[in-house]
């Protein structure tokens, strides 16, 4: 995750900063609460799904 996306996942975890990509945050955290409820879910694995979906959604790709 490059810095610019990092700054922006702050801003809406702190909420005290409006960020253009709250909708993306939310999808995002919406998928990767589904893949932890799954039975095949892997808990170190749920970080990064959650950071390559955010990543996916804002820029509309990702990087490996």
């Given at each position: 995750m490059d810095d610019q996306i990092s700054q922006e996942l702050i801003r809406i975890l702190r909420k005290n900063e409006q960020s253009d990509f709250?909708?993306?945050?939310e999808r995002a955290f919406e998928l990767t609460k589904a893949y932890a409820g799954s039975a095949n879910?892997?808990?170190s694995a749920i970080p990064f799904v959650f950071e390559k979906l955010f990543e996916l959604f804002v820029t509309?790709?990702?990087?490996?």
């Open positions: 709250e909708e993306s945050f879910a892997q808990a509309g790709k990702t990087r490996n």
